[in-house]
């Protein structure tokens, strides 16, 4: 049962939180290997072990924030857990705002809900897990190892200026071997990033869609790309060195860049462009996983007065192409593929599969004919898994 604020939920409220002479409660479901937390001050839903933005982390229960004083109880716009939510009032993947949970040595799977936010990041462990979720209420999960006996997390701002709430967390453990699923890691930009809600969002990269397109029996998708990015910034910002932290021999790492790299206001040229990808390419290989190397579509009025769809000349292709060669990766042409797709569909067709009065953002069925045309060479080129 739900319970409300008065006289029988301020008692289960202190227990909860473990007060003086009330005992310690542990985690819903945490003998079976589940932990579901419901966070803010509001009502607590069934099956879960409430977390007010006050409750600071105590090693006999097991979970709590390590700092409480950068810990906000806000309302949410949702229902459910989503009603209520707390604010992490510090910023950056290496804050030390972190909601920490005691776990057993093991892989686990990590489901969030996050309150209302425009967009938020998700971090543990000190790096990036998931990047820049979109809209209120917004909901992923990923894979984590933890090896030190406790995870430790937080939300963190995706863009300058944003609130950045949570309202409830999810975590199963999936084995005690602490060691991630095969994974294919996805680098990229605002064509390519994941926007939410994932299943039903009208506009979309097509890492979002890659899903659909992957035996997810053998592979994990990781979808790191963000609107905006550049190649420096992939590399600097964090996104590169969360995938360098986890990533492992068997496991891709496919990079689709050069959009918003040949932008004068980033001020990198072509040669620029191409050390910062060839030095992400060599730290990846140095972990033992497979690079592969992908160009980024054109627009969508990219068409000759014979209607043939052409972009070839557009995004730094000529030095992503030169890479693939030199650091002998790996290649789609997604250029190339998606104007030949293009021009088999026609002006129209095309110019549908892009949000309204944009020609470079695909619309969420974009998106899936992208994914498709990228997991369609993949497994041209033999890659396992497509």
Partial sequence: MKWKKGLTGML???????APGMGIATPAHASTGEYKFDFGGGTVETGYTGVSASLSYDSARGYGFRTPENMRNVSASGTGVASDAVRFLA?????ENTFDVDLPPGLYEVSVTLGDTSR?????????QV???TGNEAKDRFQIPVTDGQLNLLVTEGKEGAVFTLSALEIRQLS?????????????????????????SVQA???QLLPEFVNTNTFQIRNMASGGQIARGFHQDGQLEAIVQYIKPGDYFILQLGINDTNPKHN?????FKDWMRDMIRQVKAKGATVILSTPQGRATDFNANNVHNAENRWYRSAIL????????????????????FTSIGKDATLALYMNGDTLHPNYEGARELARLVAQDLKRQGLSGF
Avoid: H
């Fill in 12 to 18: 289960l409220a202190a227990f909860l939180c473990g």
């Fill in 91 to 95: 910023t950056g993947t290496k804050s």
């Fill in 120 to 128: 938020s990041s998700i971090a543990a462990e000190g790096v990036y």
């Fill in 131 to 133: 990047i820049n979720m």
């Fill in 176 to 200: 005690s071997n602490p060691v991630t699923n095969r994974t294919i890691y996805i680098g990229g930009d605002s064509t390519v990033c994941n926007y939410y809600p994932l299943d039903s």
């Fill in 205 to 207: 990269g097509w890492g």
């Fill in 268 to 272: 990198e040229s072509e040669a620029e």
């Fill in 322 to 341: 030169a890479l693939a060669q030199e650091e002998q990766t790996p290649l789609v042409d997604l250029n190339v593929l998606s104007s030949a797709y």
